[in-house]
């Protein structure tokens, strides 16, 4: 006895389910796990992970900060970039913060936890933290030199884009800092007020250059985040910025500090991808094999 058409058609589309079911959610899985397992791929399915003394302290494709209990660097350590997934290397949050280069003025709220700084502060306070660190000029075109902030005034004139100058005001400066410049084209610099939103009332976004160097000493690494914010090397430039730091507070040969950052650093991807990077915590782990924190 031949079933009804729509039946049959019915029973066929439930065994194709079956059997896809079976193939695609049991054994193609499967598959791939025990191919994981294999010897030499094993490691890297597992997630790269690098244990010291028989305990896991991280992953060699995850960063992770080297800082203490209070968020401080910890000196004898080489310092990872800048991350903005979750509080920093959070690889359930990663992302990267968005912000883009027009991102120079800061939101100076009234309540300081709305409060927020745009990218150019960032990098100031950033490059600015590095160079003490290091013992080097930590300054950049369009920061401030005292507080590390984006230097940009809001230009006010007579008639809105043109005429003169009527008022000046510091919009990433607040009391009681004192202006990066004391006045513009004759007029006194006044600094922000909390709450205060010059752009909107008609003020004119100026950055000004200033006299850092044209090619800072802190590389660019060292103060923008990765774009998924969880990136497990430094530029050589900026391992290189480190070595002084790092060998002082070991006891070490600079030379031979130099001799593990090479030994650490990855090559371009196919010899032409990409920029070499030293990885920071195999880099870490290495100084604490050969040389031992004082």
Known sequence: MRLPTWIAQHLAALRALLVFTVLLGLV?????????????????????????????????????????????????????????????????????SNLG????????????EESSESLLTQVCGRSKAVGELNGVDGRRPFCTDDDGVGAVLAVFRADGLTGPVTRVVSVNQVAPATPFVPSYQGVTVELAKPGEDYVAAGGVVTPIRGDAPAKPAVPADA?????????????PAYAELQVNRVARERG????????????HTDGRGLGFMGEPGVNVLELNIALDKQFAAR
């Open 28 to 96: 193609y899985p499967l598959a791939l796990v025990a191919l994981g397992q294999l010897p030499g791929l094993n490691h890297k399915a597992d997630g790269s992970l690098v244990t010291v003394g028989g305990t896991t302290v991280g992953s060699s494709l995850i960063g992770q900060s080297f800082t203490d209990a209070d968020g401080n660097p910890v000196a004898r350590y080489f310092q990872s970039r800048p991350s903005a997934a979750g509080d920093g290397y959070d690889p359930t949050s990663t992302s990267a």
């Open 223 to 235: 103060v923008t985040a990765s774009a998924s914010g969880l990136d497990p090397q430094i530029s």
């Open 252 to 263: 070490a040969d600079p030379a031979a500090v130099r001799k593990l950052i090479k030994e």
């Open 101 to 112: 280069p027009e991102s120079v003025v800061d939101t100076i709220a009234t309540d300081p």
